[in-house]
Each structure stands twice: as C-alpha cells, then as structure tokens.
C-alpha cells in the first residue's frame, strides 16, 4: 500500500481513534495520546489485511481497543481497579463507569469483549457487528443481551454502582 493512502487514513482518523481512546483512559491526555500512536502503528503494520468488511473507524478502533486491553493487563489497572473497590471507593460518575465497564468488558470471551463493545462505545448497528464478526444478526444481538445482564450484574456487585 502506498504511503500517502495510509497518511490520508491516519490524517482523516486520527482524532476519531483518539477520543475513541480518550473516553477509555478516562481523559487521560497522554496515556491516550501514547496508545494512539501505537493503534496507527499496528494498522499500518497490518494494512494488508484490512478487507474492507468495514468502515475504516471501526476497524482501526478494533485494534485501538485490543491495545487498549493490553495496556490494561500490562500496567496491572485491573489489579488497581479492585483496590478501589474493595476499599469501598466507588465515584458514581459517567466517565468512571465508562472505564469500569471496559475494565469488566476485558474479562469477557472475545466474542462477547467485541459485541459488547462495539455496540456500547461505537454504537454500531447489529447488521454492521454481524458483518464484521461473521456471526448472524440474531447471534449479535443475544451476544449483546445475555453480556449486558453479566455486565450489570458484575459493575452492581463489584463496584457498587447502581444501575
């Protein structure tokens, strides 16, 4: 792929992948920022193997996602996530449970991790996760169902929120 395709890809959605990352992070400027970069670095590793089953943002904030997790594994968060919960620490406020979720989204299977995801943080239509997924459209949306009540029912009694 010619370089000046990926820089147009990079320059359209960079700022799409970045506050994708920036909600995650829970508005931490340079943690988002440093995993930015590394999303585009592994699409342009990756290039060749992007099919075009789908938009150019949903696949570059699938591979901003798993990077995502990984960080979350690599700097042990979950580990300080249940710190602050068994200390009874719980902020009930819509950009802490916007991490919470992904935190408990990352035990998940992958396909229930992905649905999930997609759904909640893209809002994207189940014809779309279907798609993207090789699942049927029924199976996205009993996915999404059945992880949501699992979902619920762990931010209720691990991290106190009432939803």
């Given at each position: 792929?010619?370089?000046n395709?990926?820089?147009?890809?990079?320059?359209?959605?960079?700022?799409?992948?970045?506050?994708?990352?920036?909600?995650?992070?829970?508005?931490?400027?340079?943690?988002?920022?440093?995993?930015?970069?590394?999303?585009?670095?592994?699409a342009?590793?990756?290039?060749?193997?992007?099919?075009?089953?789908?938009?150019?943002?949903?696949?570059?904030?699938?591979?901003?996602?798993?990077?995502?997790?990984?960080?979350?594994?690599?700097?042990?968060?979950?580990?300080?996530?249940?710190?602050?919960?068994?200390?009874?620490?719980?902020?009930?406020?819509?950009?802490?449970?916007?991490?919470?979720?992904?935190?408990?989204?990352?035990?998940?299977?992958?396909?229930?991790?992905?649905?999930?995801?997609?759904?909640?943080?893209?809002?994207?239509?189940?014809?779309?996760?279907?798609?993207?997924?090789?699942?049927?459209?029924?199976?996205?949306?009993?996915?999404f169902?059945?992880?949501?009540?699992?979902?619920?029912?762990?931010?209720?009694?691990?991290?106190?929120?009432?939803?």
């Open positions: 792929m010619p370089n395709t990926f820089d147009e890809i990079y320059a359209s959605h960079f700022l799409y992948v970045r506050r994708f990352l920036l909600r995650l992070c829970k508005g931490n400027e340079y943690t988002a920022d440093d995993l930015t970069q590394e999303t585009f670095f592994q342009y590793k990756s290039i060749n193997r992007f099919s075009g089953n789908c938009r150019v943002e949903t696949w570059l904030c699938s591979i901003a996602q798993h990077i995502f997790y990984a960080f979350l594994r690599k700097e042990k968060m979950l580990k300080h996530v249940d710190e602050i919960s068994q200390t009874g620490y719980v902020v009930q406020n819509e950009q802490f449970l916007e991490h919470d979720i992904a935190v408990v989204i990352s035990r998940f299977s992958d396909q229930t991790k992905n649905v999930l995801s997609y759904r909640l943080f893209h809002e994207m239509p189940y014809a779309e996760i279907s798609n993207l997924l090789g699942i049927s459209e029924n199976s996205a949306k009993v996915i169902y059945r992880g949501r009540i699992k979902l619920k029912e762990i931010l209720e009694k691990e991290y106190g929120y009432e939803l």
